[in-house]
């Protein structure tokens, strides 16, 4: 859900509180056009800033649709001074999230050259207070969301092991949570993965290991039905098809939306 709030809180950091550039009499008619190819995101999130301003939404795409340049992703009409307060926000929102649709597409497009079931997944590094944009954009360029926040799993990460081991770690929140809350465990050595499994964990997490160290601990998680594998630090765009022909079953990567750089944009009045 995008509430008013938001919407407001990005409308008074961009207009302030004396906007005399945008005071244009009239209404007029304003289109959101690619400049590039991409995916397109984020536009119910620009829609709903037009809305938030009694500026008309005529026509938009949905998320998730591929573009090439040119091509109009939104197109709206009203008040000349609404619509232009409201065009910088909805560019950016919408370039941003498109950029991330872009580079997940494109993710999840690698990794089906090697296997067709791996999930490509986000991860909690993303911009604060964007957190709810950034994921659903993932999720229209074809990936999977992950946790949303803390409360959706818990995950065991290399600072609780440091601090209670790895076996005492998995059950001192087995012993908190519900039998609904899955258990995803980071382990950084191919020995730990059998443990992990062996302690309870529903997903074991390969962190920062080599394509060749993560399909071997894989393999060492053959007999343990049920439990995933995950591969996850530092993997690149190019790196992905390596990493889906180890038979993991998803491949998290925090550069789909820390790194994806913003798909070019333009906001037109006036055809």
Request: proline share 2%.
């Amino acid at each position: 859900m995008i509430t008013d709030a938001q919407i407001e809180r990005w409308l008074r950091e961009d207009v302030g509180h004396h906007d005399v550039t945008n005071q244009v009499p009239g209404e007029t008619t304003g289109r959101l056009v690619a400049k590039e190819s991409g995916v397109a995101a984020g536009l119910e999130a620009a829609a709903a800033v037009f809305d938030y301003l009694d500026v008309a939404v005529t026509d938009r795409l949905e998320d998730g649709t591929e573009v090439e340049s040119g091509d109009e992703l939104l197109q709206v009409e009203g008040a000349a001074r609404e619509v232009l307060r409201g065009e910088r926000v909805a560019v950016n929102l919408a370039g941003h999230a498109s950029g991330i649709a872009t580079r997940t597409r494109e993710a999840v497009e690698r990794a089906r050259t090697e296997a067709e079931a791996v999930a490509i997944a986000a991860t909690r590094k993303t911009t604060p207070g964007l957190r709810g944009l950034e994921k659903r954009a993932v999720v229209a360029g074809g990936g999977d969301t992950h946790r949303l926040d803390l409360s959706h799993m818990v995950m065991v990460k290399d600072n609780h092991i440091a601090e209670m081991g790895l076996e005492e770690a998995v059950a001192h929140f087995q012993a908190r949570t519900s039998f609904a809350t899955k258990i995803d465990v980071e382990v950084e050595t191919v020995d730990d993965a059998p443990r992990a499994a062996d302690a309870g964990a529903d997903i074991v997490l390969l962190d920062n290991m080599t394509p060749a160290e993560t399909r071997t601990a894989v393999e060492t998680l053959a007999d343990h039905e049920g439990v995933l594998a995950e591969a996850s630090g530092g993997i690149t765009l190019a790196d992905v098809p390596d990493y889906a022909a180890t038979g993991v079953d998803v491949i998290s990567m925090g550069s789909l939306t820390h790194s994806a750089s913003s798909l070019d944009l333009s906001f037109r009045t006036r055809g």
